[in-house]
């Protein structure tokens, strides 16, 4: 392979904001939804292609079927910025599947194969470094943006696996799809300054995510890496919601200053129980227990978390707190919550999913048809 961009590369990445940013104070943006899924710079000289993540780590071997749709629908020497995604649903309600997406990092070829058959991914691009014997990074985004939209411009109307992502410069239409476009499981939107040159491993781009609140049963906790006997840490709490009077593992919450993981772990130890009598311990003994399943039980083991200590101490889920998430993956937490206040005022019977704001359904094939 001989790029003008070789690999390793970094990609560029985005600070958060709150809401749609005014244009005029950044000289100009470009919006674009913010795919789920995972980061990948895709690097293509003839019939080699290469994928890498978002820390350089080689992802070419996992996905088969988008190494041969690049050799197909991508011009032949070119320098992709873009995400990898899975969409699972009937024509009109597909939608992205971020841990179905997950199971495709497997160590077996047999698997790989089989998944590439079962769920085959897809590769949106959304920035060009590279095209031919020219380096683009230097290039403001509006420039990279055209030319971009020029070399991919074969895509229109094909059906994928290989897209290019819609954009506006308009943020009251950015504001809509910020809305609009959670349904087919996006997760926000991204401005781009438009004189921006592409700046590897620079928070240089702007996200807006989807951020809510919910509150939520603290049913155990687990002590922090660098927890010891003479100074105990709290390193998460796990926290659950009620469902059909069953109380569900929803996700956790994690980020606290050290002198905090402290007080909490104090404050914590008069609600320790035995797992016996705490409402997951049905699960003890198990096969949701040992391993990964769609509810992910704490102590869950799984390709994601071999080697890690998945113990946790339970307590009586006696106490309410009130977090912050930005949106759910099934049953749970896309990602990790954080921690808001206690709620003291709330019955823990009362923390269920109905409280959970759903967002209108969406078709991913309107997104990538724009």
């Known amino acids: 392979m001989d790029l003008p961009v070789m690999p390793p590369v970094q990609p560029m990445l985005a600070k958060p904001v709150k809401g749609i940013p005014d244009p005029g104070k950044h000289g100009g943006l470009s919006f674009e939804p913010k795919w789920d899924g995972f980061r990948c710079l895709l690097f293509k000289d ?11 780590k080689p992802l070419t071997r996992y996905f088969p079927e988008v190494v041969a749709a690049a050799r197909e629908q991508l011009p032949a020497r070119c320098v992709l910025d873009g995400e990898l995604f899975v969409a699972l649903g009937s024509p009109g309600a597909a939608r992205l599947e971020f841990e179905v997406l997950q199971e495709r990092i497997h160590p077996a070829e047999s698997r790989i194969t089989m998944l590439a058959e079962k769920t085959p991914a897809s590769y949106v691009a959304f920035d060009l470094l ?27 109307g094909a059906g994928g696996p290989c897209h290019l992502t819609r954009t506006t410069t308009d943020p009251d239409e950015a504001g809509q799809w910020f809305t609009r476009f959670e349904g087919a499981g996006l997760d926000g939107v991204i401005a781009k300054p438009l004189g921006a040159t592409y700046q590897p491993n620079a928070r240089t781009m702007l996200k807006i995510k989807h951020t809510r609140t919910a509150d939520v049963v603290l049913c155990g906790y687990r002590e922090h890496k660098t ?50 009598d705490h409402p997951w311990g049905s699960w ?32 009586r889920p006696e106490r309410v707190l009130e977090v912050g998430y930005d949106h759910m993956e099934g049953r749970r937490f896309r990602h990790t919550a954080q ?12 923390c269920d999913y109905g409280q959970l704001e759903e967002p209108v359904g969406y078709d991913l094939a309107e997104v990538l048809g724009g």
Request: glycine share 8%; charged share 25%; aromatic share 6%.
């Open 46 to 56: 003839g019939d080699e292609v290469e994928l890498a993540s978002r820390n350089t």
């Open 130 to 156: 590279a095209l031919g014997d020219d380096a683009l990074l230097y290039r403001p985004f509006s420039e990279r943006r055209a030319a971009l939209e020029e070399a991919l411009a074969g895509l229109a």
């Open 227 to 276: 927890s010891t006997p003479e100074q105990p840490l709290l390193g998460s709490m796990l926290l659950g919601l009620y469902a059909d009077g069953a109380l569900q593992h929803v996700g956790v919450s994690a980020s606290f200053t050290a002198a905090r993981r402290a007080e909490l772990l104090a404050e914590l130890q008069p609600l320790v129980c035995a797992i016996e």
């Open 284 to 315: 003890l003994g198990s096969e949701e227990w040992a391993i990964a399943n769609p509810d992910r039980v704490p102590g869950t083991q799984s390709r994601w978390s071999q080697g890690k200590d998945l113990s946790f101490t339970p307590l």
């Open 339 to 350: 921690f808001k206040r206690w709620r003291p005022d709330r019955d823990p019977a009362s």
